[in-house]
């Protein structure tokens, strides 16, 4: 399994706080099954000074480090990037961490607040699709406003974002409202992506196997793999197909927007 969010780079963010735990979380990913995973670091002016540049510097050096603790993870360089204005400055000097790349456009992990969805959003998102950057808004359901109504994210799906849900949500490890507003984003067919969002063992481990698991029940083997492999493997492979929201390959996708 790919992962495309998560927080194993040393002394960053709110993740692995040295490197032993770094090295710790990525033993742990390889337990769960999880071949490549894609660092993600919160990229947040004021708070967490990070940028592309620094990000690939200090993902390459921790691949070094797998390689040499023999731990068998491929590491690759991205960010969760959290809305604000900024953005469009960091677009435009190329400091913006993407995860990936699909269909002819960048991908970016867009973090809103927890509390709501932002005013003005939409226009943010829509300047980026000019500049064919695609946002995957991570963790949409542990989102307040989403989780009082599912139909919140619908404006941003229909816009052309993606969705990212955080395995742990489904597993209910971040409580009932969460839970069920990620399924209420599966059964509409509006989930690109699960991923672990893991920042240590304790609270926040990288348990995809266990989300994998949680997935086949809710819609059987495809979807869980559809959502683990083999959408976050196009976007790390800059893949052709466009996808749905749902991560079916689809034609009518790549008319997105
Ligand atoms: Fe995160």
């Known amino acids: 399994m790919i992962d495309l969010h998560c927080h194993y780079l040393p002394g960053i963010d709110d993740g692995a706080q040295t490197l032993s735990d770094s090295l710790d979380l990525a033993r742990a990913a390889v337990d769960a099954g999880i071949h490549t995973a894609v660092m993600t670091p919160h990229v947040h002016p004021g708070r967490y000074e990070n ?32 809305i604000s204005s900024d953005i469009i400055a960091m677009v435009e000097h190329d400091q913006v961490p ?74 209910g490890q971040f409580g009932k409202p969460a839970q069920q507003t990620a399924l209420a984003i599966i059964e509409r067919g509006w989930a690109s992506v699960v991923a672990t969002d893991a920042h240590n063992l304790r609270h926040r481990p990288p348990n995809l196997d266990l ?3 949680a997935l086949v029940e809710i819609g059987g083997e495809s979807l869980a793999r559809q959502l683990t492999d083999t959408t976050p493997g196009l976007v790390v492979s ?13 034609a009518a996708a790549a008319q997105h927007p």
Not at 124 to 143: D, S
Not at 241 to 248: E, L, S
Request: net charge positive.
């Open 98 to 171: 993407f995860i990936g790349e699909l269909a002819g456009y960048r991908i970016m992990l867009l973090e809103f607040p927890h509390s709501h969805l932002l005013l003005g959003a939409d226009k943010l998102i829509k300047w980026l699709l000019t500049r064919h950057i695609r946002p995957l808004i991570a963790h949409p359901e542990r989102n307040k406003d989403v989780m009082r109504n599912v139909e919140k994210i619908a404006p941003f799906v229909q816009m052309g974002c993606l969705l990212q849900l955080t395995g742990a949500s489904i597993l």
């Open 211 to 213: 989300a994998y698991a």
């Open 238 to 250: 800059g893949g052709d197909a466009a996808v749905t929201p749902h991560g079916q390959p689809s």
């Open 51 to 82: 940028s592309a540049p620094t990000i690939r510097k200090l993902c390459a050096a921790f691949q070094r480090v797998l390689e040499h603790q023999e731990i068998p993870l491929q590491v690759r360089a991205g960010g969760e990037v959290r």
